[in-house]
């Protein structure tokens, strides 16, 4: 599957990562990182991203922080968007509070 360029790609590929993100596992994540790293960041695909990285942020850290960190390192996103990929790597204050 080429990566989404079309809306109707995206909407294609979020209820995919909505069926991928009920198995937390490695592969999981390597998954959704290569969907980040293929696809253009643009206003089509806005809500492919949002829901990657909020599927993402569901996921232990110590199945997200090396291929996070590889991502960011692989490909250069804009700045926003690195940001947003970054605070995946930051400890949530209210992860506190979910125990």
Known sequence: MPAAEELEDVHTRVKIVAALSHVHD???????????KRSISNNVTRQ???TIL?????FPMELISEPVEN?????????KIKKRI?????PEYDNFWRL
């Open 26 to 36: 490695a592969e999981t994540v390597k998954a959704l990182g290569y969907e980040l």
């Open 71 to 79: 991502l960011l390192a692989e490909k250069d996103f804009s700045y």
């Open 48 to 50: 492919l991203y949002t």
């Open 86 to 90: 970054e605070e995946l790597l930051e």
């Open 54 to 58: 909020k599927e993402l942020r569901s």
